[in-house]
């Protein structure tokens, strides 16, 4: 099972709201990612996080803030966003951060994200 | 800087026929592991296929292999037998050994034509 799972998929919010995403993978990996991606672009990275500890933050701004309850949950919480930061909001997971076996993430459905 | 350049941002193919998507990156490292990812309209991010750097023997995945040139940095993708399911954006990404982020192409969207 190689499933990481999104949700909501699509969120409508206005500038002054707070709203979270939700990213969920039961294949025992150990890291978790969040990235942004705009049509027609390559996912951008955002946040890693390693053993649930954060281990990059790709200096994004502070109306995005992580967290990761547990090794299965990884949330995005979002306050006061701008119109700008509509995009798609992909999830994914490792097994491990990099090299050995299992290093390949595998992604989640995407949160389409429009800020009003 | 590390780069990987896709310079087909576009390609059809017709239905049942072979295609090869290009890519190649620039990085010093000698040790690192390649991607391809396709996205389809439903946007989930799918991973096709992967490569060990370290490894001389190309990736085969049933209709999806990939030639793997290290010493000129190419890494292709070839899709054979091509149906209209493997319609979507197409993106090249490498990870270097003890790095922790993956290094995006710009895309190649693949169209299938019945």
């Known amino acids: 099972d190689t499933e990481v799972t999104q949700t909501p998929k699509h969120l409508v919010m206005g500038m002054t709201n707070k709203k979270s995403l939700k990213c969920e993978q039961h294949m025992g990996h150990r890291a978790m990612y969040w990235y942004k991606q705009k049509a027609k672009k390559p996912p951008e990275l955002m946040f890693v996080?390693?053993?649930?500890?954060?281990?990059i933050n790709e200096s994004v701004p502070s109306r995005f803030s992580p967290e990761c309850p547990n090794s299965s949950l990884l949330n995005l919480h979002l306050h006061a966003l701008q119109p700008e930061d509509s995009a798609l909001y992909l999830c994914a997971s490792s097994q491990a951060l990099s090299g050995g076996p299992r290093y390949e993430q595998y992604f989640g459905p995407g949160t389409r994200l429009t800020v009003t | 800087a590390q780069t990987v350049t896709q310079s087909q941002p576009e390609m059809s193919v017709q239905e049942a026929e072979t295609v090869t998507l290009s890519c190649t990156y620039d990085t010093s490292e000698s040790d690192y592991y390649l991607f391809w990812y396709k996205q389809p309209p439903s946007r989930q991010m799918i991973l096709v296929i992967r490569q060990e750097a370290y490894k001389q023997q190309n990736a085969t995945e049933n209709r999806f292999s990939v030639n793997f040139q290290k010493a000129a940095k190419s890494f292709s993708l070839k899709i054979s037998d091509s149906q209209l399911g493997d319609a979507a954006m197409y993106f090249c990404?490498?990870?270097?050994?003890?790095?922790?982020?993956?290094?995006f192409g710009q895309g190649t969207r693949l169209t299938i034509n019945p």
């Open positions: 996080y390693s053993y649930e500890k954060l281990s």
């Open positions: 990404a490498y990870l270097i050994q003890g790095a922790q982020k993956l290094v």
